[in-house]
């Protein structure tokens, strides 16, 4: 390589690099500007569902950028909401549940695929909707595959249930409506299932264990399972709306089926497991700092069941958009028309509604609590991201790019567009050059930089992923898009490559 073209390249690295950081300064001030939009937009929906209290928060790669307050969580006393408010968060509680799963997983103590059975032997002797169906296992109850009808609103009014009487119902026998692994249908009782099983293989309660492997290790010290024993200035009092009044409702106990939905905490606290979930994206050399290993967030956000897909979702926004939607561990996992990916869960109880959810590609998650009898939250935190990627202007974060790319990038700037001694090189799989040929490379690469122009700068490498990306060389009169694919030989060679002539 010439050194004319080293310096060219060491150049453009350089503004690669004040570009992104520029980007995301921008990025931040343009999400402050949005912020009393967003504002308005929790207020009026607040006023419109008549919540008593709500409490949101927005969380920006890993810290709490903002939050807001509205109402009461005590209308007697008037106890005005705040961000220390503690709120029970229903079946946000399942995803606590099934990382208390995946951290027992990692340390070698139950296996997802094993029979349900091997750790509740009540569940042996089921009867099945056929002869012919396989055994439950973890994977199907964390996904909600095992075959139980969904449950709610009975589900909701076991929370306080023994583990005695949850087991004497399991005796008695469970009615199916589908085989194991054939359909998803929610079911609060698998997840009190999975409650059980943390006990069995922990030796501990699954309170006890979760509050010790993630809450405390996440600094999530005002988060509480009994209502009981949060401090009476900090507890959200629930609600229905009946006959244009609010009506308390009263508080449920904790129990056995609590792993499905008990969990009861604040903005601040719940803060931190967002963040810890954002923190998996995207994947690092850095050292591991969380309660249970970066990969195994990863895995719990993973599309594991497929739920369906609606061609006619619209957002709150009015923009219209097919919808896939999946489950992953205690997650629901979506995917719009755009490619845009977000996990999260929604909670409801009798005199609660909660939900969160993060856009994994974009660093952006909102939580929100109410203290009104099933709030639909979610629909609401959709509204939000939708409303805030549109006003911030905000892009999905770039995948990095890895070494490998960026050394064949720069190799093959070197030889483009003559591709003399292109095949000594040594960057080129087997397979290119019988399925390329070095004289119609030349061909088609030549008048495509006669059209470009003189080549002043190098745009940042777009990586698919860490084998394959696109880059483009900025012309003074058009542009080039060169795209190439790597072979998973190490070090991995270039067996496909495209060139384009693009406008400006």
Request: hydrophobic share 40%; proline share 5%; net charge neutral.
């Amino acid at each position: 390589m010439n050194f004319q073209k080293l310096l060219f390249l060491f150049c453009c690295s350089i503004a690669i690099t004040f570009n992104q950081a520029k980007a995301q300064d921008e990025r931040l001030k343009n999400i402050k500007e949005a912020l009393p939009k967003i504002d308005q937009i929790f207020k009026d929906y607040a006023e419109k569902n008549h919540y008593p209290a709500f409490v949101y928060g927005l969380v920006l790669d890993g810290k709490l950028i903002h939050s807001g307050n509205i109402g009461y969580t005590n209308l007697e006393k008037k106890v005005l909401a705040s961000n220390q408010s503690d709120f029970r968060i229903a079946s946000m509680s399942k995803s606590f549940t099934a990382m208390a799963i995946l951290k027992l997983r990692d340390e070698g103590k139950l296996k997802l695929d094993n029979p349900a059975y091997l750790y509740i032997p009540e569940l042996k002797n089921q009867q099945l909707l056929s002869k012919d169906a396989p055994a439950i296992t973890v994977r199907n109850l964390l996904t909600h595959s095992a075959g139980f009808p969904e449950d709610n609103p009975w589900g909701d009014r076991q929370l306080a249930i023994s583990d005695e009487a949850m087991l004497k119902m399991f005796r008695k026998g469970i009615s199916f409506s589908n085989n194991p692994s054939t359909a998803y249908e929610y079911s609060n009782m698998g997840f009190a299932m999975l409650g059980y099983i943390i006990k069995k293989v922990s030796g501990k309660t699954y309170q006890q264990y979760i509050n010790e492997n993630i809450l405390k290790p996440l600094g999530m010290n005002h988060t509480y399972w009994e209502y009981s024993q949060v401090p009476a200035e900090q507890l959200a009092h629930g609600y229905r709306w009946l006959n244009e009044n609010w009506v308390e409702q009263p508080l449920l106990h904790d129990g056995a089926y609590g792993a499905m939905g008990g969990m009861i905490t604040t903005i601040d606290d719940f803060a931190k497991y967002v963040a810890f979930h954002q923190s998996a994206w995207p994947a690092s050399n850095a050292p591991e700092k969380g309660p249970v290993k970066r990969s195994s967030v990863r895995e719990m956000q993973q599309p594991w069941q497929f739920i369906g897909v609606n061609p006619n979702y619209k957002y709150p926004t009015g923009r219209k958009t097919p919808m896939a939607n999946a489950y992953g561990y205690g997650l629901g996992h979506a995917t719009d028309g755009e490619g845009r990916r977000s996990v999260g869960h929604s909670g409801g109880l009798p005199g609660f509604g909660s939900n969160w959810r993060i856009l994994q590609d974009y660093g952006l998650g909102v939580i929100s609590f109410s203290n009104l009898t099933y709030a639909n939250a979610g629909y609401f935190n959709v509204q939000v991201l939708d409303t805030l990627v549109a006003l911030a202007h905000l892009k999905p974060r770039a995948i990095p790019v890895s070494p490998i790319l960026k050394q064949r990038t720069n190799e093959l700037i070197a030889i483009l567009p003559t591709w003399k001694n292109a095949e000594s090189t040594g960057i080129f799989a087997e397979n290119f050059f019988l399925d390329y040929f070095e004289e119609s490379l030349r061909k088609e690469a030549t008048p495509i930089f006669e059209s470009a122009g003189k080549i002043i700068g190098l745009k940042e490498i777009k990586p698919e992923n860490n084998l394959r990306g696109v880059f483009t060389l900025e012309g003074e009169k058009a542009n080039i898009e060169i795209s190439f694919t790597l072979t998973p030989e190490n070090p991995a060679l270039i067996q496909e490559y495209h060139i384009k002539l693009v406008g400006k």
